[in-house]
Structure formats: C-alpha cells, structure tokens
C-alpha cells in the first residue's frame, strides 16, 4: 500500500534494466512455459465477448429458429428506438450513481471509525467485510425476507416498535429496496480500500497538525481527505464497474418491476424470456459499451499502477 | 471507552443483526413463522430437516457438493493458469505485455450477464446444457481476471534477488521458482485461492441459467426453495437454508481474515 505513492529510485531502474537483459538469454523457454497460460486466459476472457458481437448482428429469435440471417445493425437501431431503452438506462444510472454514493459514503464513516484503536478492532474489522463475501443470493433473501418483509421482517418490527407502520418495501418501495441491499453489500468494499488510504497517512503530518492547533475536523478536511484523493477515486471507479453489473438482487427481490429494470436486468430478460438472441446480444454489447465509458477512466488509474508495480 | 462502545454498537448493528435475525428465525417452528420475538422462541431443528429434503424438492445437500466441486475445480485450474500468466507478467519482458495485462483487467470488468447468451447458445449446441463443465468453464473465466492481477501484485513484491542468487548457484529458472519463490509465495497464492473459491461459490447468473436440477449449485438452490406447506411462504426453511451456506463463510472469513483483507486489497488498490 505504502508503494503506491513512491517513486522508482535509481537502483530498482538500474535493477530492472539488468534483469531485462538478464531474460532475454532464457526468454524462450520460459515463454514456452508461461505464455500458453496468458493464451489461455485471454482467449477464455475475450473469445465470448466476440460472440455477442457476432450475434448482436443476426436476426435471430428463438421462437421463429428458421429466420436466423445477418441484419446488420437492425438489433440496435430496436435496442436504442425502443421504448425500454431510456428508462433502463435511467435505471441503472439511479441504481448504480445512489449505491456508489451512499456505500462511499458510509464506507468513510466505518473507516474513520476503524482507523481508531479500540479493544477488538480485528473482529469488527472481519464483521465489517462479511457482507461483501457472503453469496449475493443469500444476502438478498436475508434481506427480501429477514430485514424487509412485511410479517417477520426485522425493519418492518422496528418501525412498528416505534409506532410506524409496516413498509412493504419490496412491492411499494422496489428501488429504495436494491438501493439499501446494494449499499449494505460494496460499504465493506469501499471500507477496505479508504481503509488502506488511512493507514497509509503519516502520523507525524496528523500529530503536527494537532500541535498546532488544527481540530480534528479541519485536520480531516485540510489533511485526510486530499491525501484519500486517489483512494476514493479507485474506489469509486471499482465499485460503479461492480454494481453496474449487479443482477442477482434484481433478479431476487423485485424481477426488475417498479423501476428497478437495470440494462443487465433487461438483458437478461430479453434472452431468456423475449427469446431474442440477436437483440440481447445488442443490449449486451451496450451494456458492455456503458460499462466500458466508466471503465476507460478506471483503466487510466489502474493501468499505471497494474504495469509499474504501484509505483506512479 | 465510549467510543468502543458506540463503534460495536455501530459495527453489530450493521453486520451482525442481518445475521442474527436469520439465524433466530431458522430455529423457530415453522407454525411460529409470524412470530416476531426478538430472541430464540419454539426452538426446533425441524426447519434444517426441511431444507435437506429431498421428498419437498429441495436439493440443498447435493447443491452444496455440487457448489464445492464446482469451486474447487474452478480454484484449481484458476491458479494453475493464473500462477504463470502472473509469472509471466510479474518477471518477464516481452512484446505486448502491455496489451494482455490491459486485456486481463478489463475482462474482470466485463459484465457477465452479456455472456449468457452466447454460452447458452454454444452449450445447447454442443450438448454440455446442465452439465458440470457447462458451469465450470465459465466460472474459470470470471476467476481467472482476479486470479492473475491479484497474484500479479504479490509477486512483483516477492525477493527476486533470492532467484537470481539461486540461478546463479545453479538452479534453473523452473527450479529456482519452485524451491525459492513458491514457499515464499504460499501465502499469496493461498490468499488468491480463498478469493477464487469465494467468487466461484458465490455466482448465481450463469448457473441458474445453465445447471439442470442435478448439478445445480447452492445460489440457485436457495433463490427457488420450497417448504412444508404448499401456500405458505417458507421463511423459516428458506433461512435455514441461509444459514446453513453463509455461517460456513462467516467463519471462514474470521479464520482467514488478514490474508482475505490483503488479497481484496492488493487486488482492489493495486489493480
């Protein structure tokens, strides 16, 4: 974490140079070993994305098997003339934009609270990530029929504990509903990279800050936060790459009613119940194209970083 | 002081409440379903003996062997290949590594849910529908992105001083891998398998479009359960069932806790 911030030093750049001139002796063997493996892996990440390019272009429904030709850009011109288009790209955007604040947001709020020292800060620091690495499909029945329901749901009796009555959050609120799922499940991710920023701080710069005067506050405001720049950033960034492609929520808990049709949500539906192989493949290669705009700036970061070894 | 208690109030509230809520629930008689007390009551085993049975359609046991085989033929293959393709782009020079690292990492951003079509296509085509390798295949394609940037990370860390030392003294670059890198690699990899397990554990897409009622998997067991009585909504199975798949991870997790919080953040803040 700490080398994220260095700068490569001259002997790790003399180092680097040796040990490239060192591998070309050998290189070929170690090629032959190692790159059938790369081979693979790009051929097994790649190969059916170009598919779903490939089929986006056929005229292809499952319900009429003998009508399958090439159509050319047909499929896109329904996917973006269509009438679900607009309000599923609304969706995702309101979906996707509202959990990457909130979980960023509480995702700063743990933590600051867990960069303090505190008897069994190690055991809440485990309980904090559970919800990002326990099964999508059991965090959302926990949540469709613990938290939420309306006759046994832990929400719904806190609300009558206080004399409110019972939400049927899942049917009367469906976006408010994936929204709180998918918060709740990416804080403890957002939490562990802000987390990593914090510790990365230097104590002497923050005790300084003190000696002279700065309250906490102001301390976080005029030192924390710019330092956790580059942290919120990726997290930000990883984390609207995730959730744009959240679906088992969706599929779950609301089967994309009541506004919470997100472009996977739709896509899927347009495969498995339209039959339309031609134009879910279009809808795919859009929401691949979405999540590409997003990602290219990710990349930009992240590539630095991935090639030079977190130096940058 | 005060502030120990509120940050586990805080903490408890937030990640454990979900959590408990279920488990209370999982234990309480399926005739109590409506009772909303907030502590065990009507305490009974009955609803685990629902979620295995087979006579009400529930196949939760032979879900969870397939999810384990499933994630660890997925863990398996997904390290052997990832170990060196992040060999390969942690130590070695050579034309379009650039390009492959860029191709790796954008894969792990792919949307899964635009392959489906394609896969079911290709799978109903050649036969393999509602087989195991049906749901392996691509298990191993979303696990491999992780696979190599994560262990990318970890090794350009590692003392390569010690290889060169141990080539010089001998050891070819196969050997000296295995003897010297790899014992001190163990736990990176370790970590990475852990990640690997847990992503191929977890995914429900693929598999609930691809896996026949014989080798379905856990997720999509439990997203279509059933329970004793016809017209009643089986809560108390359903969470049974819960927990049954997630306090395994749960422990896991608190066992595993450093090297899973390493691995998620060398994979997330290195890239």
């Excluded at chain 1, 990457?100 to 809440?124: H, M, P, Y």
């Excluded at chain 1, 918060?183 to 300084?208: D, H, K």
């Excluded at chain 2, 635009?114 to 393999?128: E, S």
Aim: aromatic share 12%; net charge positive; charged share 10%.
């Amino acid at each position: 974490m700490t080398t994220t911030i260095e700068v490569p030093t001259a002997t790790q750049v003399h180092r680097a140079t040796q040990a490239g001139i060192a591998h070309k002796k050998k290189a070929r063997a170690s090629r032959a070993l190692v790159l059938p493996a790369l081979v693979f892996s790009v051929i097994l990440t790649q190969v059916p994305f170009l598919v779903t390019i490939y089929f986006s272009l056929l005229n292809w429904n499952q319900l009429r098997p003998s009508e399958i030709k090439f159509a050319w850009f047909k499929n896109y011109a329904v996917v973006f003339t269509g009438p679900d288009f607009l309000p599923s790209l609304f969706a995702t955007v309101v979906i996707t934009g509202s959990s990457v604040i909130l979980s960023l947001l509480l995702g700063l709020f743990f933590a600051v609270l867990l960069d303090r020292k505190f008897v069994g800060r190690g055991l809440a620091r485990t309980l904090m990530i559970t919800p990002f690495l326990v099964m999508p499909a059991a965090a959302a029945l926990i949540w469709k029929w613990s938290l939420l329901d309306v006759n046994v749901g832990m929400v719904n009796w806190a609300l009558h504990l206080v004399g409110l009555s019972a939400i049927a959050w899942n049917t009367d609120l469906p976006v408010v509903t994936i929204i709180m799922m998918l918060t709740w499940q990416y804080t403890p991710f957002m939490m562990l990279i802000l987390l990593a920023g914090l510790q990365s701080q230097s104590r002497e710069v923050l005790e300084a800050a003190s000696v002279d005067g700065a309250g906490p506050w102001r301390t976080f405001q005029w030192m924390t936060l710019p330092h956790l720049r580059q942290y919120i950033e990726i997290a930000t960034l990883l984390g609207s790459i995730m959730l744009l492609q959240a679906f088992d929520p969706i599929a779950i808990m609301t089967k994309g009613t009541g506004g919470t049709k997100t472009l996977s949500y739709l896509l899927y539906e347009r495969a498995f119940i339209g039959l339309d192989v031609g134009q879910a493949a279009a809808f795919g290669v859009v929401t691949v194209a979405v999540t590409i705009g997003v990602a290219t700036i990710a990349l930009r970061t992240l590539f630095k970083v991935f090639i030079n070894g977190g130096e940058r | 002081m005060v502030r120990t208690v509120i940050s586990a109030l805080v903490i408890v509230l937030w990640c454990i409440a979900p959590f408990y809520w279920m488990i209370v629930t999982a234990f309480r008689d399926v005739g109590f379903t409506y009772d909303t007390t907030p502590w065990p009551t009507h305490v009974t085993l009955a609803n685990f003996e629902t979620a295995f049975s087979t006579a009400l359609g529930n196949h939760l046991g032979q879900a969870m062997l397939n999810s384990l085989f499933i994630g660890a033929t997925v863990t398996v293959v997904a390290l052997l290949f990832g170990i060196s393709a992040a060999y390969a782009l942690a130590r070695l020079e050579f034309k379009g590594k650039g390009i492959i690292s860029g191709a790796i990492l954008a894969a792990s951003m792919f949307p899964g849910v635009a392959l489906i079509t394609p896969l079911f296509q290709l799978f109903t085509n050649i036969g393999w529908m509602g087989t195991y390798q049906a749901l392996i295949i691509p298990s191993i394609s979303f696990a491999l992105p992780l696979t190599v940037y994560t262990l990318t990370s970890f090794l350009r860390e590692m003392p390569w001083d010690l290889e060169e030392a141990a080539r010089i003294d001998g050891c070819t670059r196969v050997q000296a891998f295995r003897r010297v890198i790899m014992p001190l690699a163990a736990p990176a990899v370790f970590t990475t398998a852990i990640l690997a397990f847990i992503s191929s554990w977890n995914e429900y897409l693929i598999s609930s479009q691809l896996s026949s009622d014989a080798t379905q998997p856990v997720t999509v067991a439990i997203a279509g359960f059933a329970g004793s009585q016809p017209h009643v909504e089986p809560y108390t199975a359903i969470m049974a069932a819960g927990t049954i798949v997630t306090v395994p991870l749960v422990i896991l997790v608190l066992i595993f806790q450093r090297r899973i919080v390493a691995g998620l953040t060398a994979g997330g803040v290195k890239g």
